[in-house]
């Protein structure tokens, strides 16, 4: 359980550090994103795998290349989900993504070397 909340908490962080470094995306309280790490979370974990597989043409076709699009689509999605979210745009969303998604790895391989 504090496994959980630990990868929560660094997803957070990581959502923080995007959300500082990307011009377009406005987070409100610190509850908000709190509740936006945890959404995006959730819409990985069980949405995602379901549009991958629903586009799996595409992502053959693209090289695995479209992968990145949903990512950029999760990413948006959420923050239609959580009311003090916000983004500019689709773009602003995809990049975002992509910086979510490594920053949230970087975080996650630290704390996993220390085990």
Known sequence: MT????????NA?????????????????FQD??????VIGLLNAFLRPVIILLTLPA????LGLFT???NGLM???ATTLVHGFRVS??????VAALLFSLFSFFLN????RDE
């Open 68 to 70: 990145l699009v949903i």
């Open 33 to 38: 994103l709190l509740v936006g790490a945890l």
């Open 89 to 94: 745009g689709f773009v602003t969303a995809f």
């Open 59 to 62: 992502t053959v076709l693209t």
């Open 75 to 77: 990413f948006y999605l």
């Open 13 to 29: 962080f990581a959502l923080f550090l995007v959300m500082k470094l990307i011009p377009g995306i406005q987070i409100d309280r």
């Open 109 to 112: 391989m630290i704390v996993r």
């Open 3 to 10: 496994r959980l909340v630990l990868k929560w908490v660094l």
